[in-house]
């Protein structure tokens, strides 16, 4: 799991960093006109497909570790083990979900801010407190990408561990079935 997670992962940072770095291309007239548009179509695009790479994975993992879970707990009952294994898995994914929920809601507000911004919008965001409204989106961008890093690295990390936790009870069933004779 951890090699698929590692593959999506590095996929979405990749399209979320090439929205970036398109975003930072984007000039705008002060004036656009419907003839002219605005040259934020492949900005745009490539945003979108980041963002809902960025959930793809970030709802992999949390799947993960749903499924994961409910194994160690059937295998933990059907063969009498100790919980700890269960236990562990269980706070491994409860800790990732802050990271999840608060990489998700930024990936939110970037997308509606950057929304707002642009001027082709029915909406008519200018900014607040001073502060033009593309400065409000290069840095909520910024703190979603910074963030969303942070959660795909705890994400990786409590795979890992989780797939190390999954291998030991696997060793402990496979020793109770050959001392019981069955096969293995």
């Known amino acids: 799991m951890k090699r698929i997670f590692l593959t999506l992962a590095v996929l979405a940072v990749g399209l979320v960093g090439t929205a970036f770095v398109l975003g930072l291309s ?34 992999i993992a949390f799947t993960y570790f749903m499924g994961t879970g409910r194994w160690l707990e059937e295998t933990t009952n059907s063969y009498q083990l100790d919980e700890r294994w269960q236990k562990e898995s269980s706070s491994l994914k409860y800790g990732i979900l ?24 029915d909406i008519s965001f200018k900014g607040w407190a001073g502060i033009p409204a593309s400065t409000i989106h290069f840095f909520s961008a910024s703190s979603t990408i910074a963030i969303n890093l942070l959660a795909l690295m705890q994400e990786y990390f409590a795979i890992y561990r989780n797939g190390k936790l999954i291998e030991e009870v696997i060793g402990e069933v496979k020793r109770i079935r050959e001392e019981k004779g069955l096969p293995v």
Do not use: N, R, W
């Open 98 to 121: 802050p990271y999840i929920c608060g990489g998700m809601l930024l990936i939110i507000t970037t997308v509606a801010l950057g929304a707002a911004t642009d001027p082709g919008s």
């Open 26 to 59: 984007i000039v705008l007239p002060e004036q656009p006109t419907p003839e002219s548009g605005t040259p934020v179509g492949p900005h745009m695009k490539t945003a979108i497909a980041g963002v809902f790479a960025l959930a793809l994975v970030h709802a």
